[in-house]
């Protein structure tokens, strides 16, 4: 009976993954090609003490080939500690304050800058990332040959070396694994806000982030979810190089544990049944593997069972992880051991988002 139940789990699971992996196989990657720019974006960076970053990811919008004016960028100043002066940039650029209005500092700040922007189109990004230079130049493309309102796209992390890294490289390559898994079955559920652009008329009809404000982070899968509820045809995910943005890993396992608190506190919130559904499944998968592991220890679950177990699960992980590693060219190192720790880290973040409180950006958060 017990050999059942935890089999049923890790079928679930399986099953589950699967599914994403058929839902990665089936979106198409998208080819720039030579189309006269017609798109003009608002950059909206929200940023916090990020006097360290921001040069960076405004040296690679510099170097956007992309019509100036086609292009704006506002930086809306949360409460920042630090002081930042614009450098000379050939895109209009312009820092705003943050005005606060709800429990969500990210999602004020972006409409905030909404609020002003000029242009039809908002992209969001952060301020530790990097972008490529045909990135608008792709966004503007797949807008132009596709009716959209709404377009997610890859993120990835810069390279570093370490356990630390390559474990948080592969937790983030699953996560977008899933991400693009899931516009591949028409249940799209998440997106990163480090690279999502949609309408700015779109924004409004949505009515924007109202009925989310309560949750500080989520600027990115509530308004993905709430367009998915309205129009789900014009909801997309853009697969291509080009389009992908690179963003820093965090540099201990308490900044790791805390980022992944926020996000999974993000979960009970959802409007999306199947992003329920699934970030259950994936729970009770990674329970069933810890139950599983310690009940083979004291001798009550057959060796043999439990190595099944442990080779289902790995090999399903890995499937999906490797396909959204060869799409970003990522290298993927400590895979054994990530796969046998990332269970009890996976489950205690899900623990913990859901009676804990979470740091961000020098403030703390209760779900």
């Known amino acids: 009976m017990l050999e059942l139940i935890l089999g049923t789990v890790f079928l679930l699971y399986t099953l589950f993954i699967g599914q994403l992996i058929y839902g990665f196989n089936r979106i198409k990657r998208f080819s720039k090609k030579e189309l006269i720019p017609k798109t003009s974006f608002t950059i909206v960076v929200p940023f916090r003490n990020e006097k360290k970053n921001l040069p960076n990811l405004l040296h690679t919008i510099s170097l956007l080939n992309y019509p100036k004016e086609l292009v704006e960028v506002i930086l809306v100043d949360d409460d920042s500690d630090d002081e930042f002066r614009i450098q000379n940039l050939e895109f209009r650029i312009q820092i705003v304050k943050n005005v606060r209005k709800s429990n969500s500092p990210k999602k004020d700040a972006i409409e905030t800058a909404i609020q002003i922007a000029k242009n039809d189109w908002i992209i969001t990004t952060d301020a530790d990332c990097l972008v490529q230079k045909n990135w608008l130049t792709t966004f503007d493309q797949y807008i132009q040959e596709n009716e959209v309102e709404m377009v997610a796209s890859g993120v990835c992390y ?24 899931s516009f591949g079955i028409n249940q799209p559920f998440m997106c990163n806000g480090a690279n999502f652009a949609y309408s700015k008329q779109f924004f409004k009809e949505l009515n924007g982030f109202q009925g989310n404000n309560s949750i500080a982070s989520g600027d990115d899968v509530f308004l993905l979810q709430k367009a998915v509820s309205v129009t789900p045809k014009k909801v997309r995910f853009l697969l291509a190089k080009e389009s992908i943005v690179a963003t820093k890993q965090v540099e201990t396992w308490s900044d790791l544990f805390q980022q992944r608190v926020r996000w999974a506190s993000k979960s009970t919130g959802y409007s999306s049944i199947y992003g329920k559904l699934l970030a259950l ?47 970003f060219e990522s290298k993927l190192q400590y895979i054994l051991a990530s796969s046998l720790l990332y269970p009890f880290f996976s489950v205690s973040v899900a623990v913990y988002s859901l009676f804990g409180k979470y740091s961000w950006k020098g403030r703390n958060f209760r779900k």
Do not use: C, E, H, R
């Not at 699960?313 to 499937?319: A, H, Q, S, W, Y």
């Open 158 to 181: 810069v390279p570093k070396s370490g356990f630390l890294s390559a474990f948080q490289n592969l937790d983030f390559l699953s996560l977008q694994g899933a991400t693009i898994g």
């Open 281 to 327: 499944v994936v729970f009770g998968g990674n329970l069933v593997w810890i139950l599983s592991f310690l009940l083979w220890l004291v001798g009550l679950l057959d060796q043999n069972i439990f190595m099944l177990f442990v080779a289902l699960k790995f090999l399903i992980d890995f499937i999906l992880i490797y396909k959204t590693a060869n799409f």
